[in-house]
């Protein structure tokens, strides 16, 4: 495994704008933010505190109520929009060649049961009378701390190995986009590393940076998962071409820079590998070098995350729940 000590300029917060936008002042960035947060709220239920006389009173979570003039958009049914189906169709190429990897996350294994089984306040999908368990291997695995970080461009194989195994592991990951020619994180990771190869991943938390995408999942697995890699991850060449193969119906996307102004803190996404609707949007948040906390949001997993965090996000947009800020920019505040 090749890794290396990266230098410690890079353990400072993440690096958003060194070229092209000045750094706004932590007064700025805290105005900014408060003017940046939706308020979404909802009452909370108070009927298990009414009925409870005898122990003491639970905590009491925070009061949320939308904010003035709110209104919760009509859910709409599912439909890929007019002019968008031929790119849908060429990224969803990807599935069947990569036969599904970066759709569930590690040790995923669904179960049928009686709807009494999951909590209410719980997330499943329903056939008929049963709901679906999911469960995974996800909740005994190592957390991160601060979001790993990685330098690559959508369009690059080898980049996508490694953000599969980012969706596998169900990892917080601030990516740095180097489209061909975009003009700062390419010079960054030359200035870090040595050489403008893509990936190259830094990881905070533990001081290790390092390029080649097989390492990278490797460490990965060993750090943050139970070791294990996907097959579909480990055939070597045939990864290699299969991942390369799975860009066809996207051919040339995500690959070069277009000429954009970068906020000034990293855009927040839920998504995940496999999804093709995802990819379309890292084409352009690729293209434009926009720096983007990416929170994986699987099909799968259990409870707390992953498969009820997409709803979780249309729910809170219907005012139920406050919309959160991802783990990712949590940590990058702390
Ligand atoms: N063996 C490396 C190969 C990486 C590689 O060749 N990446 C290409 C992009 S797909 C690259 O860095 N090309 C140079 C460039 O884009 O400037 C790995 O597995 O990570």
Wanted: with cysteine; hydrophobic share 40%; net charge positive.
């Amino acid at each position: 495994m090749q890794s290396m000590a990266p230098p410690a300029a890079l353990h400072r917060a993440p690096l958003l704008l060194p070229c092209r936008v000045a750094a706004p002042s932590a007064a700025a960035t805290a105005r900014a933010r408060a003017a940046s947060l939706v308020a979404v709220r909802a009452q909370p239920d108070t009927t298990a505190a009414a009925a409870s006389t005898s122990s003491p009173d639970p905590p009491q979570p925070p009061e949320f109520k939308p904010p003035p003039g709110f209104k919760p958009p009509e859910p709409k049914k599912f439909a890929v929009r007019e002019g968008q189906q031929g790119g849908v169709l060429g990224a969803s190429l990807a599935i069947p060649l990569r036969l599904g990897t970066g759709v569930f996350v590690l040790g995923y294994s669904p179960s049928l049961v009686s709807p009494s089984e999951i909590p209410s306040d719980q997330y499943a999908l329903e056939l008929g009378a049963w709901k679906v368990k999911e469960e995974s291997k996800i909740g005994q695995c190592k957390r991160p701390e601060k979001p790993i970080e990685i330098y690559e461009f959508e369009g690059c194989p080898f980049c996508r190995k490694v953000r599969e195994m980012v969706s596998v592991l169900d990892l917080d990951v601030l990516f740095y986009p180097c489209p061909q020619k975009g003009p700062t994180f390419r010079p960054k990771v030359l200035e870090m590393g040595g050489k403008k190869q893509f990936p190259y991943m830094v990881d905070p938390n533990t001081r290790v940076a390092m390029y080649e995408s097989d390492d990278i999942i490797q460490y990965l697995a060993d750090t943050y998962g139970d070791g294990t890699v996907p097959i579909m991850l480990k055939l070597g060449l045939l990864t290699a071409i299969t991942a390369g193969l799975a860009m066809l119906g996207r051919i040339g996307k995500g690959n070069s820079y277009t000429a954009s102004k970068v906020p000034p803190q990293p855009i927040e996404i839920w998504a995940y590998e496999g999804s093709p609707f995802c990819k379309l949007v890292r084409e352009t948040l690729v293209e434009l070098e926009l720096p983007h906390c990416y929170t994986a949001a699987l099909v799968a997993a259990p409870g707390a995350r992953n498969f009820s965090r997409k709803w979780e996000l249309s729910r809170r947009l219907t005012s139920k729940i406050q919309i959160p800020e991802s783990r990712c920019s949590k940590a990058l505040k702390s």
